[in-house]
């Protein structure tokens, strides 16, 4: 076996060391809204369940919208693994645990407008909104905990180790559970019990992480160097960067919510059933991330530390094999939705008429592995090249020029338009962000 064959193999490895864990850790959290949901489920009435589900969809919107949080502190802590920059490791876990706490204070902060801006735009029975509301306002306290769980996800996998959050999130969810059950089969607090039961488990998780992580970075720590890097960490010059960073990725971020949210409300003037049709298979969507965001974390770190490293050779391969083994995924999912796409829908609904408009937009839902593979691929390219920039135009572009252009073209017909406009605009987010790599290494500027 010559060198170059040894490395390769060596590639292969390290993008499944982190990517296995990642898509592992992945399935405990459908794991959980499957409980929450049979916990809630055997209460006496509808609105309960009603209740939590919308009150988790507005938490999980708000918190999604500062993974900005994880995905810079993984790019560039990747770089400085690579770089063997010590200091610079400790400081960046700083700075990202004192931007999320910031950030999670002004959440609390505005909690009281926040609610009654998010559920100004929500509709559903007197009961369903108000256990909405409640779940709300207990879980947006776990605001600060959420947000550096985040920071430690993404200071682990910078460090390029998977396991410890696979099992941070394996451990959480599983306390969750058994506090579902508690909180609400034993001591009957029905939406208050689901809300302080994922409450609490973020907590203990946060603690957990900290715990680890600080053992973690002790080896890293030299003697006298806390006081300089607490100045640092509060210096405007030495936050400036990470601050720019992390607002291109958060503007990358609300465009993608921004076409799901779109789809969703157009979804919702074509009648029930569409929208019904539409939430199942958006589960499909969930199983396409299990993979796809496994090799993506794996692309983040492992371009990370190329960059870090200084090798533009080492960075190229990683995209080359990130890129095959996320093909070869793809396609496997476009299979097995292609053979047993019915079936599927068949165990989420056993509504007749929501599993019949499903399978009429099944076809486009097929197709959704092939058209999103390079978007998942080349955002965690991006992010281990902290070119965040470059992100934030491809997915401007992608919603502005080819999303909502799409959908005005086939507006006519109706749900059919939607999917066309959805495929379009994940493809545009691949071949744009594709075309801009082949730019930046043709003008050799990948390393810069």
Known sequence: MNQTTRASSRIHKQIFAIALPMMLSNISVPLLGLVDTAVIGHLPQSYYLAGVAVGSMVITLIFWMMVFLRMSTTGLVAQAVGANNKPHIIRLLLQSIFIALFVAIFILLIQKPLCHIVF??????????????????????????????????????????????????????????????????????????????????????????????????????????????????????????????????????????????????????????????????????????????????????????????????????????????????????????????DDIIAQITSLNSVQIEARRYLPWLILIPLTSMLGFVFDGVFIGMTRAKEMRNSMLFSLCVIYFPVYLFYSGQGNHGLWIAMNAFMLARGLSLLWIYFRLNKSKQLLL
């Not at 019990?193 to 409450?199: P, T």
């Not at 890097?229 to 960073?245: C, W």
């Not at 607002?247 to 569409?274: E, H, N, P, W, Y």
């Not at 794996?298 to 996320?326: D, H, M, P, Q, Y």
Request: aromatic letters at 14%.
């Open 120 to 341: 100004s735009f929500v509709h559903g029975s007197q009961m369903a909104i108000y256990y909405a509301k409640m779940y709300f306002n207990i879980r947006i306290w776990s605001a600060p905990a959420s947000l550096i769980n985040m920071v430690l996800l993404g200071w682990l996998l910078g460090m390029q180790n998977a396991k410890i959050p696979m099992l941070l999130l394996i451990i959480t969810n599983t306390i969750n559970i058994l506090l579902d059950v508690l909180f609400v089969v034993v001591l009957k607090w029905s939406v208050a019990g689901v809300a302080f039961a994922s409450l609490c488990a973020d907590y203990i998780a946060m603690f957990c992480g900290l715990y680890i992580v600080y053992k973690m970075a002790l080896p890293f720590y030299e003697r006298g160097s806390i006081n300089k890097l607490l100045k640092q960490v509060i210096n405007l010059e030495t936050l400036k960067p990470f601050i720019v960073l992390n607002r291109d990725i958060f503007i990358r971020t609300l465009c993608l919510q921004i076409a799901f949210a779109f789809m969703t409300i157009q979804g919702t003037k074509l009648g029930v059933s569409i929208v019904s049709a539409n939430a199942v298979l958006m589960n499909f969507l969930l199983l396409i991330s299990f993979s796809m965001d496994g090799l993506a974390y794996a692309a983040e770190a492992l371009v990370g530390k190329s960059i870090g490293e200084r090798n533009v050779n080492k960075l190229k391969t990683n995209v080359k094999v990130t890129l095959f083994w996320s093909t070869i995924f793809s396609i496997v999912q476009f299979a097995i939705f292609y053979v047993w796409g």
